[in-house]
């Protein structure tokens, strides 16, 4: 039998370019999935519903929070957000390293749900870049983005629940840093518990 996945939760800042850095694992190995969440918010010009997010009125998330289908949610921003429970579990199961890239009050959530989910924070060096990020991405209003730069300090002060920092100062890196996280945590014995079992017969 093979080992079950792992569960990445990644969080940060917004503008911290988690995204991007998600984006980039994903690409090294057909193993990790990104879990597609779940939003009430409108599409962003560009965005594509079932590849950014599944995009659902305020009715149809109601619906698979009355029918247990979210495996945490949460409102970010005046937005609704959640995680698809069926897409992870079936995925874990299948052994694939399942990434959430959610934020720190859905993170906390999962930590308690899922004790051995592996938690990483990304951020940028310093609140200076964040707000450059988020005011050169020139995809939200001028309140939005103070709205988010506020938001960032509440995020930023979660930092110390995470397993893991990594500071996205070179994405290439950054990239490679968490990968080599995902790495390392499959070696740990928690995680590779089958193979004891095998040794064992
Ligand atoms: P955005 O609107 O920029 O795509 O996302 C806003 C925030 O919502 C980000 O911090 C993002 O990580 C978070 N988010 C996205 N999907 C989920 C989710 O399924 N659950 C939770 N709790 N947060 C999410």
């Known amino acids: 039998m093979k080992n079950k996945g792992l569960l990445l939760v990644v969080s940060g800042p917004s503008g911290a370019g988690k995204g991007t850095v998600v984006g980039g694992v994903i690409a090294t190995s057909d193993k990790f999935k990104l879990s597609i969440s779940v939003t009430t918010r409108n599409p962003r010009d560009g965005e594509v519903d079932g590849v950014n997010y599944h995009f659902k009125t305020m009715s149809e998330f109601e619906l698979m929070i009355h029918n247990n289908q979210l495996l945490e949610y949460m409102e970010v921003y005046g937005n609704f957000y959640g995680t ?118």
Not at 100 to 105: A, F, N, R, V
Not at 128 to 137: A, M, N, S
């Open 84 to 201: 698809n429970k069926l897409f992870v579990e079936e995925m874990l199961d299948n052994g694939y390293d399942v990434i959430l890239e959610i934020d720190t009050k859905g993170a906390m959530a999962i930590k308690k749900l899922m004790p051995d989910a592996v938690m990483i924070f990304i951020t940028p060096k310093t609140l200076d870049i964040l707000t450059q990020r988020l005011v050169g991405r020139a995809t939200e209003t001028k309140e939005q983005i103070d709205r988010r730069l506020s938001e960032s300090a509440r995020e930023l002060s979660f930092a110390d629940q995470y397993d893991y920092i990594v500071i996205n100062e070179e994405l290439d890196k950054c990239i490679d840093q968490v990968a080599n996280i995902i790495r390392s945590e499959h070696c740990r014995t928690k995680h590779c518990s089958q193979i004891i079992v095998d040794f064992s017969k």
